[in-house]
């Protein structure tokens, strides 16, 4: 369980972190290195370059402007956990404390998370369902993509190999706004059997799935059901059969299909209460 | 057994006491030496290329490539160690029937499961040594593989030894009174269910490792192994490495946990062993987790169809089952695979009174991991069949489950006498524990909660487990099957100048605790305060003969040598005082250091140990004083000595999503003398998780082409400490009459007891709910699945 022999840079800006990642041959950048590192030291990942993120200052922080909150791709869990900005990010408050374990929180990032799309990763469905743009750059220039549009399959998005996530924008929560959460875990601090993350704001409802399909998933028929009617919590779940479910070592796609309406049922409660 | 009588109730006796580990400081500071704290001069690191197949024909190992990487001293193959290797067979004598192919340390033609070494890379790192792994090329030829232990018995089923003809690799039946009989009777009601329990593995903190020197000058092995059993890795190698015995040390330091898994002789160990010896240079090798999970042997795998009939009074009239279990390609050297199955046979229905019992276990080869003895060896198999299907009847005729145990149990006051299936019992307390157990939980109260909450649609189950544990193992188990296992052990006691005790036993430590229990029985039986007594333990070199750690044999045989020799050389010391002070040595004894009499201290121990040691013109001529002393013990009138327990776990089904929460666990244990409670509620605790991760999280899932899906900590599930309940720990005390110290033994009943428990509690909960599971480990995926949810 050693990594293949790879190099190693170490940028200190933004800048040279791209000029790294334009270069040739396989390149991966590293973050928290939570899951980076291990898929090296499987040898499922043998990147030849390793563009090391953490002495990039400006991807990490956070900052506030007309009811938006651009968390920087470096900010680590932990930190974000502690940040009084979660006062306005009540549904990222929910999950935080649902991924891993404190010592991977203490090294993980937001922009790791996003950049590797893991289908049970927490953040990922919680950016789905809050609506939130995800920021690219490379050295051919910087573009945003809507987490919508972002995730595109198992660990697959829509950043090209190039670029770096540099930051997601969430919206900052209104008054009016209700949200939930719930997953089920074998054991705290697991990867979900499934889970869910929802937000109610006069302008919709979003609905976003993990860990039961082979992406974050919105529910956009159950969105529409309960939309119209909050009380018609049973032909929502109906609808989910628009999900394609994929199974997993805890269960089949029945299994995961059961789940999706369970935590959506606990979902919907924590809205309506 | 008589002899020193008032060992218990001297002044710094310390038996019974929960002193202090002498070790705690020292591993805590992070100066424990474990095997891979060894760094020697030219030691190089090996690395394994491992099957990736199933089963595969090898057609070539092309290692060209790695051997021209950077770093690379050697690489070597299955050939290669033909003739150097002699090949081991995994056999016993006693178990009939038995057969096992010839295995070498690499795979050599075949590989027979995913994980099996076929090619070792011995490099200046392990690093460098992986990366040489990766270039080997192995032109391997998949072959169809026989995973399902359930069908590897068909007809068409690969043959994985074509030269058996078949994958049975051993049977047994044992058929007392007539079970036939029984089950015919009008009045009986039956009860049938076919039971199944998944792989899993031991998870040791620190994984496998070795560490392996050769001096070609003396031709002479010595070899650091995390492990268990010393003298029987010694004979391993001396046997299969063509050295002489003696000139084989093997070295277990500081181990970071073993279960079970660390006693048996494994390919990437020995080739380890055989490298060292074909360079002449050190070789360390440490098995990464991935290894571990690939090549630790794997426990469990059975599937058991079991029926019970019971009359209307709730008497078990009979118990007739067949269990058949996947042991991988191999029978394990030298304990065999065959082992767990014997003792389902050995010990299913062993706490009740029963007279019609037949039982069927069969052995199969399959092409998954091997499988072997790991803690509890076939127990929680027989106690989830005979207790799983007691409730299941309590429940049929409507009785509840603890007075069903109260009609069958074995009566404290019966022994000593036989299991049905013919083991001897005696100093068993079922009775007493179960009385234990159902005050200390509040067992009316629990259930009239249960009731209340189940009509609020919140589903709770009570669930119990009477259970007995094999341990102190007397000859009968091993060695008369032509094992190189000592089931005695020895201990040697020194009274060092200063008036310390210098100790060592061929038991051994793994993180359990036996030092300190060994010290505490050094010191007490002696006379020393406890921090004067060290402890030496897993040296073929110092430590007298012993069989090592196993079937929770430390305390129990171990413990009783040592009292043994600390009572002798007791002995000894107060004959040479008798002769310094002119007194008579019955009038003396030793306490906190110094000899004393009725007056009070008379001399220090240092004072005589300097006078016979430095001064013994002092010393009249005719005086010959012996400050050391050695005894060994083993058990003689019986091959095993059982212990009993009660156990009880109370959960929480979450009927949505199939998960289970278990809300507390009661275990009432019965180890005979209590050396150190906190030592003893410590493994029993432990044991109830590693048991709790049997029946709720822990298995090695295979694809259907015998690939392990969950190699990794992320994927395996060991039971955390979040999902775990309290555990409360009671103890009856009822020494076994086979030793003086009265300890038998304690590690395992948990891990034996707590999967039945958890398995009747659960299903205590489905039952309303007409729903009921008879799966290990009970998944929420299973749980909705007999719920008819998915
Ligand atoms: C035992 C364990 C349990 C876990 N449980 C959970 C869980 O319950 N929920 C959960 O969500 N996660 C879980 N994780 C994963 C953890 O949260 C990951 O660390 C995280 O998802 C990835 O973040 P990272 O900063 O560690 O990224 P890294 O591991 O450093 O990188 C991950 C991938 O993203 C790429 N990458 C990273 N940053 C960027 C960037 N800015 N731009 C472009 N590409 C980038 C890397 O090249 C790599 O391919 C668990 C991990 C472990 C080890």
Known sequence: ?273 | MTGPALIFDKPNAYIGQSTPRADTNRLLEGRGRFVDDIQLPRMLHAAFLRSPYAHAEIRGLDTSAAKAAPGVVRVLTGADLEGVVEPYVGVLTHLKGLRSAPQMPLAVDRARWQGEPLAMVLARSRAEAEDAAALIEADLDPIPAACDAETALDPDAPVIHPEFGSNLAWERLVDVGDVDAAFARDDVQVVSRTLRFGRHTGVTLETRAAVAEYDPSEDRLTFHYSGQAPHMMQFIFAKHLGLAEENVRVVANDVGGSFGIKIHTYGDEVATAAAAKLLGRPVKFVADRYESFLSDIHARDHVVEARMAVDKAGKIVALDFDDLTGIGPYSMYPRTSAIEANQVLNLTGAPYDLENYRARGRVVFQNKNMMCQYRAVGHPIAMAICDGLLEDAAAKIGMDVVEMRRVNLMRDDSYPRASASGMKLDDLSHQKALNVLVETMGYDALRAEQAELRARGVYRGIGFVSMVEVTNPSPMFYGIGGAPIASQDGATVRLDAGGGLRVSSSVTEQGQGTNAILAQIAAGVFGVPIERVTVTTGDTDTVPYGGGTWASRGAGIGGEAMLQAAHALKEQVLEVAAVMLQSDAATLDIQNGSVVDGSGARMTLSDLARTVYYRGNELPSDLKPELIATRHYRVTDFPFVFTNGAMAAHVEVDTETGLVKVLNFWAVEDCGRVINPKLVDEQVRGGVVQGIGGALYEECIYSEDGQLMNATMADYLVPMAVEMPDIVVRHVETPTKTSVLGAKGAGEAGTGGAPAAVMNAVNDALRPLGATLWQMPMTPERILKALGKV
């Open chain 1, 1 to 273: 369980m050693k990594p293949a022999d790879f190099r190693y840079a170490r940028p200190a800006t933004l800048d040279e972190a791209l000029t790294l990642m334009a270069g040739e041959g396989e390149i991966a950048a590293l973050a928290g290195g939570q899951s980076l590192m291990p898929m090296m030291n499987f040898r499922i990942a043998q990147p030849e370059v390793l563009v090391d993120l953490n002495a990039v200052a400006d991807l990490a922080g956070v900052t506030e402007m007309d009811g938006t909150v651009r968390i920087g791709a470096m900010t680590r869990y932990s930190d974000l956990a502690r940040h009084d900005v979660l006062a306005r990010l009540p549904l990222v408050a929910r999950a935080l404390p649902h991924v891993a374990h404190p010592s991977i929180r203490n090294r993980g990032t937001l922009g790791g998370s996003l950049a590797l799309a893991d289908p049970a990763a927490e953040l990922p469905a919680v950016a789905l369902a809050l609506g939130a743009k995800v920021h690219l750059a490379s050295t051919h220039g910087t573009r945003s993509v809507a987490a919508d549009d972002f995730f595109q399959g198992l660990y697959e998005t829509d950043r090209a190999e190039d670029e770096l996530v540099t930051a997601i924008d969430l919206p900052a929560a209104t008054a009016q706004e209700t949200y939930g959460f719930h997953e089920v875990a074998r054991r705290h601090g697991d990867y979900a059997m499934a889970g869910v993350a929802l937000t109610r704001r006069d302008d919709g409802l979003r609905i976003a799935f993990f860990s039961v399909s082979d992406r974050p998933v919105r529910a956009k028929a159950a969105e529409t059901v309960l939309r119209d009617d909050p009380t018609k919590l049973d032909l929502a779940i109906e609808a989910l059969d628009e999900i394609d479910f994929t199974g997993d070592l805890n269960g089949g796609p029945d299994m995961k299909r059961h789940l999706a309406g369970v935590v959506l049922r606990r979902a919907w409660a924590e809205v309506l209460a």
